[in-house]
């Protein structure tokens, strides 16, 4: 069980604003390690789209951005498009577990 | 342009071990670890360890330790991860990367490989 909680699934029209969350804790988010965002289609690797603070991946479209406070983490996706429905996944450093971590993973589904 | 290369799909029994190998261009392989994750089928993606190819050095997931053995040949620009003791949970598409940045304290993986399918069955 992943120590980055998401919410399981998410839906929006074409158009709107969805966000998606990244609760963390102290030894991860809340100890100001970088949050990652990872979008992936089924059968692909996943693919880097937030970075560091705030930074999108070369071609990712400005609809994308990425927020952090306390222990948690938001991707934010306006204007929502078809080409955006996939599974989203942060991801960050964890102190006290020494390595990465992942969440559980959000699917995004364009209505 | 960097590429990640990793071999392909492999069928082992319980018990077995696998190895996995992810043959990298275009970037200083001695830099940048190379990460190793896996994703068992409708999961989330699992940090399983890194490997220096500078320098040999390890990390692996607690959850690993023991049963993951994770290397690289600077020769071929190659580095391998092995798992033994294979169960049926190990079942899982097997992703290695190179982070984005080239200290110790990069965890992004902003370059991916294909993903090497490991099925565990009898």
């Known amino acids: 069980q992943s120590v980055l909680t998401q919410p399981p699934s998410l839906s929006g029209a074409p158009g709107q604003r969805i966000t998606i969350s990244c609760s963390g804790s102290?030894?991860?988010?809340?100890?100001?390690?970088?949050v990652s965002w990872y979008q992936q289609l089924p059968g692909t690797a996943p693919k880097l789209i937030m970075f560091?603070?705030?930074r999108r991946s070369p071609g990712v479209p400005d609809r994308f951005s990425g927020s952090w406070s306390g222990t948690s983490a938001s991707l934010a996706i306006t204007g929502l498009q078809a080409e955006d429905e996939a599974d989203y996944y942060c991801?960050?450093?964890?102190?006290?577990?020494?390595?990465?971590?992942f969440g559980e993973g959000t699917k995004v589904t364009v209505l | 342009q960097v590429h990640v290369v990793q071999s392909g799909s492999e069928l082992k029994q319980p018990g077995a071990s696998v190895r996995v190998s992810c043959k990298t261009s275009?970037?200083?392989?001695?830099?940048?670890?190379v990460h190793w994750v896996r994703q068992a089928p409708g999961q989330g993606p699992e940090w399983v360890g890194r490997?220096?190819?500078?320098?040999?050095?390890?990390n692996y997931a607690q959850k690993f330790q023991g049963r993951v053995t994770m290397t690289a040949d600077t020769s071929t620009r190659t580095a391998y991860m092995e798992l033994t003791g294979l169960t049926p949970d190990d079942t899982a598409v097997y992703y290695c990367?190179?982070?984005?940045?080239?200290?110790?304290?990069?965890?992004?993986?902003?370059?991916w490989g294909q993903g090497s399918l490991v099925t565990v069955s009898s």
């Open positions: 490997v220096s190819p500078n320098s040999g050095g390890t």
């Open positions: 560091g603070y705030n």
């Open positions: 990367g190179r982070p984005d940045c080239a200290t110790s304290n990069c965890w992004t993986i902003e370059h």
């Open positions: 275009g970037y200083t392989f001695t830099d940048y670890y």
């Open positions: 991801q960050t450093h964890d102190n006290r577990l020494g390595g990465t971590i």
């Open positions: 102290s030894s991860n988010i809340g100890a100001g390690n970088h």
